[in-house]
């Protein structure tokens, strides 16, 4: 499987960008679709996951702003973000979990995509 992210770049405070993780491979719709995050200086954390059965979970830090989605049809998950914040700013992974259940750990997720840089301005 090979993900894509996509869809980074430098916005102001307060606005929105939307991400998206094209993926390859006939497992999708059967996977955990999971983002996480990298800020400068710190480590990777957890952002979001949405399972197959569209169950999804959002870290606190960023419920209310951020929603993640999947289109199994075009074997996409896309992280839509709103009211971004300065410590919003880092690379942003999509990660992929054919096994199937969702997780919040990054060990469980066997399939990363490169990243996508997202800079919020203040």
């Known amino acids: 499987v090979q993900l894509q992210a996509s869809g980074g770049g430098l916005v102001q405070a307060g606005g929105s960008l939307s991400l998206s993780c094209a993926a390859s491979?006939?497992?999708?719709?059967?996977?955990?679709i999971a983002w996480f995050r990298q800020a400068p200086g710190k480590e990777r954390e957890f952002v979001a996951y949405?399972?197959?059965?569209?169950?999804?979970r959002v870290a606190d830090f960023v419920k209310g702003r951020f929603t993640i989605s999947r289109d199994n049809a075009k074997n996409t998950g896309y992280l839509q973000m709103n009211s971004l914040k300065p410590e919003d700013t880092g690379i942003y992974y999509c990660?992929?979990?054919?096994?199937?259940?969702?997780?919040?750990?990054?060990?469980?997720?066997?399939?990363w995509g490169q990243g996508t840089l997202v800079t919020v301005s203040s």
């Open positions: 949405i399972n197959d059965a569209y169950t999804s």
């Open positions: 491979g006939r497992t999708f719709s059967s996977s955990v």
């Open positions: 990660a992929l979990n054919r096994r199937g259940w969702a997780s919040t750990r990054q060990s469980e997720y066997a399939d």
